[in-house]
């Protein structure tokens, strides 16, 4: 068994002070640095979306913030503009240990489709590559931890639960959006998939 700590979307964006800040989400950076030492691996997932990204509610008139629409591979979150590629709120929170970092996948690249987890796209059939990247390396046991805990997090360590790995979700080392009650539906939805919550 080779563990792999996987550390989603700690950039700036979405810490306090940032475009979609999560309560809390500079609290965690701390813990993340100092669970970095008990992994053989530690990957980097990093949100960046192009300027006309569907997710952005600016981008389509009339819309409100955090309100849902249905695209053609399910509902989406219209989401405040963030983590654009190349800007200042897009990099990784500066306290955050980059050093130890293996590998940092980007996702959400793509002008009409997000991706909240680390594995598929929204439509849950793109992949993003790390699923091969993680099982050529042997890496079978997966912890997640970051931001947000009801959206990357959660959408990634169901998909990891799904593809077969072992998964963890260290939660005192995540912070929620809870939006509408997504974060009691976010554990619901790990427990069902085999995810262990600690
Ligand atoms: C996230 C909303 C939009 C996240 C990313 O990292 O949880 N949430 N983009
Ligand atoms: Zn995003």
Same mark, same amino acid.
């Given at each position: 068994?080779? #563990?792999?700590?996987?550390? @989603?979307?700690?950039?700036?964006?979405?810490?306090?002070?940032?475009? /979609?800040?999560?309560?809390?989400?500079?609290? @965690?950076?701390?813990?993340?640095?100092?669970?970095?030492?008990?992994?053989?691996?530690?990957?980097?997932?990093?949100?960046?979306?192009?300027?006309?990204?569907?997710?952005?509610? +600016?981008?389509?008139?009339?819309?409100?913030?955090? &309100? &849902?629409?249905?695209?053609?591979?399910?509902?989406?979150? $219209?989401?405040?503009?963030?983590? *654009?590629?190349?800007? +200042?709120? !897009?990099?990784?929170?500066?306290?955050? !240990? $980059?050093?130890?970092?293996? /590998?940092?996948?980007?996702?959400?690249? #793509?002008?009409?489709?997000?991706?909240? &987890?680390?594995?598929?796209?929204?439509?849950?059939?793109?992949?993003?590559?790390? %699923?091969?990247? /993680? =099982?050529?390396?042997? $890496?079978?046991?997966?912890?997640?931890?970051?931001?947000?805990?009801?959206?990357?997090?959660?959408? &990634?360590?169901?998909?990891?639960?799904?593809?077969?790995?072992?998964?963890? *979700? @260290?939660?005192? %080392?995540?912070?929620?959006?809870?939006?509408?009650?997504? =974060?009691?539906?976010? =554990?619901?939805?790990?427990?069902?998939?085999? *995810? @262990?919550?600690?």
């Amino acid at each position: 068994m080779a #563990r792999a700590l996987i550390v @989603i979307d700690m950039q700036k964006d979405f810490c306090p002070g940032g475009a /979609l800040a999560v309560t809390g989400g500079d609290e @965690i950076v701390g813990p993340i640095n100092a669970l970095m030492a008990d992994f053989e691996a530690v990957v980097l997932t990093q949100d960046w979306h192009p300027a006309d990204h569907t997710s952005f509610a +600016d981008n389509h008139p009339g819309a409100e913030a955090f &309100s &849902s629409i249905e695209m053609d591979y399910g509902p989406q979150v $219209l989401w405040p503009r963030h983590c *654009v590629i190349g800007s +200042d709120g !897009a990099g990784f929170h500066p306290d955050l !240990a $980059l050093d130890r970092a293996d /590998l940092v996948i980007r996702k959400g690249f #793509r002008a009409g489709i997000d991706s909240y &987890s680390a594995f598929f796209e929204n439509d849950h059939a793109t992949p993003t590559g790390l %699923a091969g990247y /993680l =099982r050529d390396r042997g $890496l079978n046991e997966l912890t997640f931890v970051g931001l947000a805990h009801d959206f990357c997090v959660a959408w &990634s360590a169901v998909d990891a639960a799904k593809l077969g790995f072992s998964v963890g *979700v @260290i939660e005192e %080392a995540t912070r929620a959006i809870d939006l509408n009650g997504s =974060r009691n539906a976010a =554990r619901a939805n790990m427990r069902a998939a085999g *995810v @262990i919550l600690r």
